[in-house]
């Protein structure tokens, strides 16, 4: 194949699969508001189909399997929507009954620290923290209210509440049946020429995916329940709640952590002072948590070779949350870490290519005909690479 056929090649792969790419992005957009149950319900089957495999491997039929699951599934959702869901609604309406009281009591609290002994911390008039503290809370208030509205407009404008908890588990059941199926037949789709440079980068993507969701959505339960617990045993108002939220917001990094810590801390100063020992108490209920997330959990759950930077993992949250609502939130995580793989994969070739030499390299043996590069025709162009070390190929 000469270079100017592969070029070509090369030209129509791109633009094919840009359209494709294209395409896909659009559909996306136009139905988003009606896509939450089946991108919830493929997330399900997804997350579950190792749970499924494992029931296979003891004997059990795929149907047997899949029918298990979601008996299971249902009967823990049950569970919670009756035991903890209507506490943590309870928590909830107590906070913002309370939330303007807790507030006065806040700017009490520091107008006497502005007058005691940390007063040089305070060096403010009442009138200007007053209007500090009232405008953060308006802030907060607005983003609270544009959240709330934009998740009603994605997920219930069209699907109202009731039909997300019947058209998902369906859906999720015939996903989870027909996992290895479709899996197997969009693997038929694939070029045979590039067969396993894709089931390679599909591996890693999985690899990313699967680490990362399960992996943090494992250390989200386990966190929330510790935040909760701990913070609910010293005996903190609406500990079940923060921690449950904190818990669950802390695939976000740094935010979850940070927005558990001021909540917790905020209600133990209207609540503890001036017994400042149950107020350090509940910092060192997220400080420890912390550290058990950072040393154990992290590293155990989650592990480094996920490759989603905070930094990206963030830009791409807030991205496809404002493309596509609710819908995009559960898409960011697979779609981030596939567009990584991708990108290293990208840069992979651009390394290895005559684009990064500077010139065109030739096979050594006329007859072999390279359709894709990787280590061997790197090895191969290692005899014409001028900065070869002595001893080696190209020397």
């Not at 040393?295 to 991205?319: D, E, R, T």
Request: charged share 10%; with cysteine; glycine share 8%.
């Amino acid at each position: 194949m000469d270079t100017a056929h592969r070029s070509r090649l090369l030209r129509r792969q791109v633009l094919f699969w840009s359209l494709a790419a294209l395409v896909l992005v659009t559909l996306l957009f136009v139905f988003s508001s009606i896509l939450l149950p089946f991108v919830l319900a493929m997330c399900l089957a997804y997350f579950l189909d190792p749970v499924a495999d494992a029931f296979e491997r003891l004997g059990l039929s795929r149907l047997m399997a899949t029918l298990l699951i979601l008996v299971l599934f249902v009967v823990l959702l049950v569970a919670f929507v009756l035991v903890v869901a209507p506490v943590i609604a309870s928590q909830f309406n107590s906070f913002a009954q309370n939330l303007p009281k807790y507030l006065q009591q806040i700017q009490a609290l520091a107008e006497q620290l502005r007058q005691g002994r940390f007063g040089w911390l305070l060096a403010t008039d009442q009138q200007r923290l007053q209007e500090d503290i009232s405008g953060m809370v308006g802030q907060v208030s607005s983003v609270a209210t544009s959240l709330l509205s934009s998740l009603w407009r994605s997920s219930l404008a069209l699907v109202n509440f009731l039909s997300l908890f019947v058209v998902t588990p369906v859906v999720a059941f015939y996903l989870l049946l027909d996992w290895d199926r479709m899996i197997a037949k969009v693997d038929s789709w694939v070029p045979r020429q590039h067969l396993l440079t894709v089931r390679r980068l599909a591996r890693e993507i999985d690899g990313s995916v699967a680490g990362f969701v399960r992996g943090q959505g494992s250390l989200c339960l386990i966190l929330g329940s510790y935040y909760a617990i701990g913070l609910s045993l010293i005996g903190l108002n609406f500990g079940l709640l923060i921690g449950m939220f904190a818990g669950i917001i802390s695939f976000i990094p740094y935010v979850g952590s940070l927005t558990g810590l001021l909540l917790a801390t905020g209600v133990a100063l209207v609540q503890f002072s001036p017994d400042w020992i149950w107020v350090a108490a509940t910092l060192a209920v997220f400080f420890s948590g912390q550290f058990i997330e950072g040393n154990i959990l992290q590293p155990k759950l989650v592990g480094a070779s996920v490759g989603l930077h905070p930094v990206w993992l963030m830009f791409a949250l807030f991205a496809f949350g404002a493309l596509f609502g609710f819908v995009g939130l559960l898409i960011a995580v697979p779609a981030a870490a596939a567009i990584g793989v991708l990108v290293r994969f990208a840069i992979q070739q651009y390394l290895e290519s005559e684009m990064f030499f500077g010139r065109v390299a030739e096979p050594l043996d006329p007859g072999v005909q390279t359709v894709e590069k990787g280590p061997m025709r790197t090895m191969l162009e290692a005899e014409f690479d001028p900065r070869a070390e002595p001893g080696r190929p190209g020397a």
